[in-house]
């Protein structure tokens, strides 16, 4: 599984580290974007303000923090060595051959989208329905949409599509979120088992680090939930799920539904009992086997279980194991297709 530890020295996006960390070191590297969270919230400190030993810090756009110690900051940007040369400028033709293939998939959502607004005429701010007809109704369009969705959701549509995909907009029920929260009577024993899991949950991101301003809301998400849902509760893997969805919507309401959402209309039933993740990953052994037998080989000649690699992959939906742009990715594809993508992008990395 990769740590946390090890992601905490690859910064993204890549390029962004690269040019800026060549910069003054009086001159801050990056600006941390709070486009994501509700504007009422406190803006917390740069992790550069918060660095007491006057290491150099790097924020992403999502709030992850990354370590760019001065003694790697010099090997990477030295032009006396030619490898470390070669390497950044390897590192930024990447970046930006990413950078422009997203540019051209945002042109092609926003066409995309202003094609749908024209065809329909009952004006209704759902995306996916053309004069109350679900989008799927419309082949060509849905087979547009689908390889649109492959290529990535640009965040400022992916509120909306996730919504959509999932169905939590037709799920909300107004006030009921806050009642759950504020009102109803308390799951003690899942509830005691969330305090646990709070400050373990991004202690890597400032949103959620110490008294992060995302971390109130990731309590009452996982709070309304086990309430909601006591014969559920809270489970290994809910912590994690819930503070993504935070940091793609705006609102904690609209992100307790859309984890309702999620594991009503996307996930499969009992999704989050450790018996049923079990069958899952015996599962996807047989499709391991059948699609790697090479590498399983190789494993069972080394004495190496992909079960315990994959558990965290599973119960997380990635979000504990991947970079942040790239769970969204695959979340896209699993809404719009289902959790047997979790099964596909399992046996495409270890491919």
């Not at 087979?143 to 990535?152: E, I, P, R, S």
């Not at 599962?283 to 690699?309: C, M, Q, R, T, Y």
């Amino acid at each position: 599984v990769v740590s946390h530890r090890f992601l905490n020295h690859v910064p993204q996006p890549v390029h962004d580290a690269i040019i800026n960390s060549s910069t003054s070191n009086n001159k801050r590297l990056v600006p941390m974007e709070m486009e994501n969270f509700d504007p009422h919230d406190v803006k917390p400190p740069t992790y550069q303000e918060q660095s007491t030993e006057g290491d150099r810090g790097y924020i992403d756009k999502f709030g992850f923090m990354y370590d760019i110690e001065n003694k790697d900051v010099t090997k990477i940007t030295s032009p006396r060595n030619p490898i470390d040369k070669s390497f950044t400028s390897r590192l930024l033709e990447i970046a930006n051959d990413y950078d422009k293939t997203q540019h051209q998939n945002n042109k092609q959502w926003d066409a995309f989208i202003k094609k749908i607004s024209l065809l329909n005429n009952e004006n209704s701010d759902d995306l996916l329905v053309i004069n109350g007809e679900n989008l799927s109704n419309f082949k060509h369009l849905y087979k547009d949409f689908t390889k649109l969705v492959q290529n990535g959701v640009p965040m400022k549509y992916r509120t909306k599509i996730w919504s959509e995909l999932t169905g939590s907009k037709n799920l909300m029920t107004p006030s009921e979120y806050y009642k759950l929260v504020y009102e109803t009577k308390a799951n003690e024993e899942a509830e005691s088992q969330i305090e646990l899991d709070l400050y373990r949950t991004m202690p890597f991101n400032i949103f959620f680090k110490d008294n992060g301003p995302g971390l109130k809301k990731l309590k009452n998400i996982l709070i309304a939930f086990s309430r909601k849902y006591p014969n559920i509760g809270y489970c290994q893997g809910m912590n994690f799920i819930a503070a993504n969805l935070l940091l793609v919507y705006p609102n904690e309401e609209e992100a307790f539904w859309a984890f309702i959402g999620l594991v009503d209309n996307v996930l499969p039933k009992d999704f989050f009992n450790l018996v049923n993740v079990k069958n899952d990953l015996t599962i996807f052994k047989e499709n391991f086997i059948e699609n790697l037998p090479k590498l399983n080989a190789h494993f069972n000649e080394i004495d190496v279980e992909i079960e315990p690699i994959c558990f965290n992959w599973f119960i997380s939906l990635f979000s504990d194991s991947l970079p942040i742009h790239i769970v969204f990715r695959v979340w896209d594809i699993m809404m719009l297709n289902g959790y047997t993508e979790i099964f596909k992008i399992s046996i495409a990395l270890f491919k």
